[in-house]
Protein backbone atom coordinates (compact mmCIF):
# COMPACT_ATOMS: atom_id res chain seq x y z
CA UNK A 1 0.00 0.00 0.00
CA UNK A 2 1.22 3.21 -0.77
CA UNK A 3 0.01 6.88 -0.93
CA UNK A 4 0.85 9.73 -3.15
CA UNK A 5 2.52 12.90 -2.08
CA UNK A 6 3.49 14.89 -4.93
CA UNK A 7 5.18 18.21 -5.15
CA UNK A 8 7.17 20.06 -7.99
CA UNK A 9 10.40 19.39 -6.12
CA UNK A 10 11.40 19.53 -2.51
CA UNK A 11 8.36 21.50 -0.41
CA UNK A 12 6.12 18.15 -0.06
CA UNK A 13 8.64 16.75 2.05
CA UNK A 14 7.40 18.91 4.70
CA UNK A 15 3.88 17.97 4.00
CA UNK A 16 5.24 13.84 3.70
CA UNK A 17 7.18 14.34 7.32
CA UNK A 18 4.13 15.29 8.91
CA UNK A 19 2.22 12.35 7.29
CA UNK A 20 4.89 9.77 8.60
CA UNK A 21 4.74 11.20 11.84
CA UNK A 22 0.70 11.26 12.13
CA UNK A 23 0.50 8.21 9.94
CA UNK A 24 3.56 5.80 11.34
CA UNK A 25 2.31 2.32 9.40
CA UNK A 26 1.46 4.13 5.79
CA UNK A 27 3.64 3.28 3.03
CA UNK A 28 4.36 6.37 1.21
CA UNK A 29 5.42 7.42 -2.68
CA UNK A 30 7.03 10.95 -2.61
CA UNK A 31 7.34 12.14 -6.73
CA UNK A 32 8.89 15.68 -6.88
CA UNK A 33 9.01 16.88 -10.02
CA UNK A 34 12.79 18.36 -9.71
CA UNK A 35 14.04 18.77 -13.15
CA UNK A 36 10.44 21.22 -13.83
CA UNK A 37 10.63 23.26 -10.62
CA UNK A 38 9.82 25.94 -9.79
CA UNK A 39 5.89 25.45 -11.05
CA UNK A 40 5.02 29.08 -9.50
CA UNK A 41 6.39 30.81 -12.62
CA UNK A 42 4.46 29.00 -15.28
CA UNK A 43 1.35 29.63 -16.70
CA UNK A 44 -2.17 27.67 -15.47
CA UNK A 45 -2.12 25.37 -18.57
CA UNK A 46 1.60 24.22 -18.33
CA UNK A 47 0.83 23.28 -14.55
CA UNK A 48 -1.85 21.58 -15.29
CA UNK A 49 -0.56 19.43 -17.87
CA UNK A 50 2.85 18.88 -15.91
CA UNK A 51 0.87 18.03 -12.66
CA UNK A 52 -1.62 15.56 -14.42
CA UNK A 53 1.28 13.68 -16.17
CA UNK A 54 3.20 13.38 -12.67
CA UNK A 55 -0.28 11.97 -11.06
CA UNK A 56 -0.94 9.42 -13.73
CA UNK A 57 2.80 8.37 -13.44
CA UNK A 58 1.73 7.80 -9.43
CA UNK A 59 -1.28 5.84 -10.26
CA UNK A 60 0.97 3.38 -12.57
CA UNK A 61 3.08 2.98 -9.71
CA UNK A 62 0.01 1.67 -7.84
CA UNK A 63 -1.30 4.70 -5.49
CA UNK A 64 -5.11 5.13 -5.81
CA UNK A 65 -4.81 8.65 -3.44
CA UNK A 66 -2.44 11.36 -4.17
CA UNK A 67 -2.30 14.38 -2.21
CA UNK A 68 -1.24 17.58 -4.61
CA UNK A 69 1.11 18.86 -1.62
CA UNK A 70 1.59 21.95 -3.63
CA UNK A 71 -0.28 25.09 -3.56
CA UNK A 72 0.37 25.93 -7.19
CA UNK A 73 -0.68 22.62 -8.62
CA UNK A 74 -3.75 22.53 -6.40
CA UNK A 75 -4.93 26.08 -7.80
CA UNK A 76 -4.21 25.24 -11.60
CA UNK A 77 -4.89 21.54 -11.26
CA UNK A 78 -7.03 20.48 -8.91
CA UNK A 79 -10.52 21.33 -9.77
CA UNK A 80 -9.75 21.01 -13.56
CA UNK A 81 -8.25 16.98 -12.62
CA UNK A 82 -11.34 16.30 -10.40
CA UNK A 83 -14.26 17.77 -12.92
CA UNK A 84 -12.59 16.10 -15.94
CA UNK A 85 -13.34 12.80 -14.50
CA UNK A 86 -10.71 10.23 -12.84
CA UNK A 87 -10.00 6.70 -13.30
CA UNK A 88 -11.90 4.63 -11.08
CA UNK A 89 -10.70 4.15 -8.01
CA UNK A 90 -8.62 7.00 -8.02
CA UNK A 91 -8.56 10.26 -5.86
CA UNK A 92 -6.82 13.64 -6.19
CA UNK A 93 -6.78 16.18 -3.05
CA UNK A 94 -5.30 19.23 -2.22
CA UNK A 95 -3.69 20.74 0.60
CA UNK A 96 -5.97 24.58 0.35
CA UNK A 97 -8.92 23.29 2.11
CA UNK A 98 -6.95 21.74 5.54
CA UNK A 99 -5.39 25.19 5.77
CA UNK A 100 -8.28 27.20 5.38
CA UNK A 101 -10.78 25.07 7.67
CA UNK A 102 -7.79 25.58 10.39
CA UNK A 103 -7.61 29.22 10.09
CA UNK A 104 -11.70 29.70 10.09
CA UNK A 105 -11.78 27.13 12.92
CA UNK A 106 -14.02 24.47 10.84
CA UNK A 107 -13.98 21.19 11.20
CA UNK A 108 -13.71 18.78 8.66
CA UNK A 109 -16.27 18.96 5.75
CA UNK A 110 -18.47 21.81 7.62
CA UNK A 111 -20.01 23.01 4.60
CA UNK A 112 -22.40 26.08 6.83
CA UNK A 113 -22.48 29.14 4.92
CA UNK A 114 -19.71 31.83 5.10
CA UNK A 115 -19.39 33.70 9.05
CA UNK A 116 -17.18 36.32 10.74
CA UNK A 117 -14.02 34.72 12.53
CA UNK A 118 -11.83 35.66 14.62
CA UNK A 119 -9.12 36.99 12.29
CA UNK A 120 -9.47 39.82 10.08
CA UNK A 121 -6.44 40.68 8.72
CA UNK A 122 -4.60 37.57 7.01
CA UNK A 123 -1.23 37.85 4.94
CA UNK A 124 -0.65 35.39 2.57
CA UNK A 125 2.75 33.72 1.15
CA UNK A 126 2.98 31.95 -2.01
CA UNK A 127 4.32 31.75 -5.23
CA UNK A 128 3.48 33.69 -7.84
CA UNK A 129 1.27 31.50 -9.75
CA UNK A 130 -0.80 30.58 -6.92
CA UNK A 131 -0.89 34.79 -6.09
CA UNK A 132 -2.30 35.24 -9.47
CA UNK A 133 -5.39 32.06 -9.05
CA UNK A 134 -6.50 33.75 -6.07
CA UNK A 135 -7.80 30.06 -5.25
CA UNK A 136 -6.84 31.16 -1.47
CA UNK A 137 -9.47 34.18 -1.53
CA UNK A 138 -12.17 31.90 -3.55
CA UNK A 139 -11.63 28.92 -0.59
CA UNK A 140 -12.08 31.36 2.10
CA UNK A 141 -15.08 33.03 0.76
CA UNK A 142 -16.70 30.11 0.83
CA UNK A 143 -16.40 29.83 4.80
CA UNK A 144 -15.21 33.59 6.33
CA UNK A 145 -17.16 37.10 5.34
CA UNK A 146 -15.09 40.35 6.33
CA UNK A 147 -11.52 39.17 6.27
CA UNK A 148 -8.86 41.31 4.80
CA UNK A 149 -5.96 38.69 2.75
CA UNK A 150 -2.92 40.65 1.56
CA UNK A 151 -0.98 38.50 -0.83
CA UNK A 152 2.85 38.32 -1.10
CA UNK A 153 4.15 36.64 -4.30
CA UNK A 154 7.26 35.34 -3.08
CA UNK A 155 9.39 35.16 -5.99
CA UNK A 156 12.69 33.50 -5.97
CA UNK A 157 12.17 31.50 -2.85
CA UNK A 158 11.65 28.13 -4.25
CA UNK A 159 14.37 28.49 -6.55
CA UNK A 160 17.18 29.23 -3.74
CA UNK A 161 15.79 25.98 -1.65
CA UNK A 162 15.72 23.98 -4.77
CA UNK A 163 19.52 24.70 -5.44
CA UNK A 164 20.12 24.77 -1.60
CA UNK A 165 20.98 28.25 -1.11
CA UNK A 166 19.60 28.70 2.06
CA UNK A 167 21.33 32.49 2.58
CA UNK A 168 19.49 33.57 -0.31
CA UNK A 169 16.11 32.02 0.76
CA UNK A 170 16.62 33.77 4.29
CA UNK A 171 17.11 37.10 2.70
CA UNK A 172 14.24 36.44 0.13
CA UNK A 173 11.95 35.88 2.71
CA UNK A 174 12.50 38.57 4.81
CA UNK A 175 12.48 41.01 1.92
CA UNK A 176 9.17 39.09 1.22
CA UNK A 177 7.98 40.18 4.60
CA UNK A 178 8.73 43.52 4.54
CA UNK A 179 6.99 44.09 1.77
CA UNK A 180 3.76 42.60 3.05
CA UNK A 181 4.34 44.73 5.87
CA UNK A 182 4.23 47.84 4.34
CA UNK A 183 1.02 46.51 2.25
CA UNK A 184 -0.56 45.30 5.97
CA UNK A 185 1.45 46.56 8.95
CA UNK A 186 -0.62 44.14 11.43
CA UNK A 187 -1.48 40.93 10.10
CA UNK A 188 -3.06 38.77 12.92
CA UNK A 189 -2.12 35.81 10.96
CA UNK A 190 0.18 34.43 7.92
CA UNK A 191 -0.23 31.73 5.92
CA UNK A 192 2.47 30.10 4.43
CA UNK A 193 1.04 29.35 1.06
CA UNK A 194 3.64 27.13 -0.52
CA UNK A 195 5.07 23.72 0.69
CA UNK A 196 8.67 24.80 0.65
CA UNK A 197 8.02 27.51 3.05
CA UNK A 198 7.66 25.58 6.02
CA UNK A 199 11.69 25.00 5.61
CA UNK A 200 11.90 28.53 6.03
CA UNK A 201 9.37 29.04 8.82
CA UNK A 202 11.29 30.41 12.22
CA UNK A 203 12.78 33.08 9.47
CA UNK A 204 8.92 34.09 8.60
CA UNK A 205 7.98 34.18 12.01
CA UNK A 206 11.01 35.56 13.52
CA UNK A 207 10.57 38.87 10.86
CA UNK A 208 6.79 38.92 11.38
CA UNK A 209 7.12 38.78 14.86
CA UNK A 210 5.41 36.77 17.20
CA UNK A 211 2.00 38.52 17.69
CA UNK A 212 1.63 36.75 14.08
CA UNK A 213 0.06 33.22 13.95
CA UNK A 214 2.09 31.28 11.54
CA UNK A 215 -0.33 28.80 9.80
CA UNK A 216 1.62 26.05 7.43
CA UNK A 217 0.46 23.20 5.99
CA UNK A 218 2.43 20.14 7.16
CA UNK A 219 0.41 19.08 10.18
CA UNK A 220 -3.01 20.16 8.82
CA UNK A 221 -2.80 18.25 5.75
CA UNK A 222 -1.73 15.16 8.03
CA UNK A 223 -4.85 15.61 10.58
CA UNK A 224 -6.72 15.67 7.66
CA UNK A 225 -5.32 12.75 5.32
CA UNK A 226 -5.72 10.53 8.73
CA UNK A 227 -8.99 11.80 8.92
CA UNK A 228 -9.89 10.69 5.14
CA UNK A 229 -8.57 7.49 5.54
CA UNK A 230 -10.10 6.40 8.05
CA UNK A 231 -13.53 7.46 6.49
CA UNK A 232 -12.10 5.73 2.93
CA UNK A 233 -9.68 2.90 4.43
CA UNK A 234 -10.20 1.72 0.49
CA UNK A 235 -7.47 4.51 -0.49
CA UNK A 236 -4.34 3.11 0.71
CA UNK A 237 -3.31 1.76 -2.98
CA UNK A 238 -0.98 -1.20 -3.74
CA UNK A 239 2.76 -1.04 -4.00
CA UNK A 240 5.64 -0.47 -1.72
CA UNK A 241 5.92 3.74 -2.30
CA UNK A 242 9.50 5.12 -2.24
CA UNK A 243 11.07 8.42 -2.97
CA UNK A 244 11.00 9.50 -7.21
CA UNK A 245 12.16 12.14 -8.81
CA UNK A 246 12.38 13.62 -12.38
CA UNK A 247 15.64 15.60 -11.59
CA UNK A 248 19.20 14.34 -10.24
CA UNK A 249 18.50 11.54 -7.51
CA UNK A 250 21.38 11.94 -5.97
CA UNK A 251 21.48 15.81 -5.77
CA UNK A 252 18.11 15.40 -4.94
CA UNK A 253 18.80 12.94 -1.70
CA UNK A 254 21.28 15.23 -1.03
CA UNK A 255 19.25 18.59 -0.05
CA UNK A 256 15.65 16.05 1.45
CA UNK A 257 18.34 14.72 3.65
CA UNK A 258 19.87 18.16 4.67
CA UNK A 259 15.98 19.08 5.15
CA UNK A 260 14.55 16.21 6.96
CA UNK A 261 17.62 15.69 8.73
CA UNK A 262 17.71 11.70 8.03
CA UNK A 263 18.78 9.41 5.59
CA UNK A 264 16.64 9.95 2.29
CA UNK A 265 17.23 8.20 -1.01
CA UNK A 266 15.24 9.59 -4.26
CA UNK A 267 15.46 7.24 -7.42
CA UNK A 268 14.96 8.05 -10.70
CA UNK A 269 10.81 8.47 -11.53
N1 LIG B 1 5.79 23.74 -3.24
C1 LIG B 1 5.01 24.35 -4.26
C2 LIG B 1 3.79 25.05 -3.72
O1 LIG B 1 3.31 24.67 -2.67
C3 LIG B 1 5.69 25.08 -5.26
C4 LIG B 1 6.43 25.54 -5.88
C5 LIG B 1 7.01 25.85 -7.16
O2 LIG B 1 7.40 24.90 -7.81
O3 LIG B 1 7.05 27.04 -7.49
O4 LIG B 1 3.28 25.97 -4.31
Given at each position: ???G??DSG???????N???????????LY??????????????????Q?????V??M??K?C?L?I???N?????????????????????????????E???ERQ??D?S??R?????H?AL????????S????????????G?????????GV??????G?L??????V???V?A??R?M??P?A?????T??????EI?????????????????????????L?R?P?MY?A??????????P??????????L???????A?
Open positions: MAVIFLGGLTVLAAQKRLPDVNFYGDNARAPYGVRDAEDVYLTKAAESWDGDVLACTASAAALRRMQEGGLPKGKRVLGVFVPLIALTWGNPPEVAVQVFATPATVARAFQRELAFRAIVDVEAQSCGVDAIEDDILAEALRSHDLMKPHEAILGCHYPLMEFQTALGPQVKVFSQGTLVADSLADYQHDGGEGGYFTTGDSRVSDRATQFRREITFQA
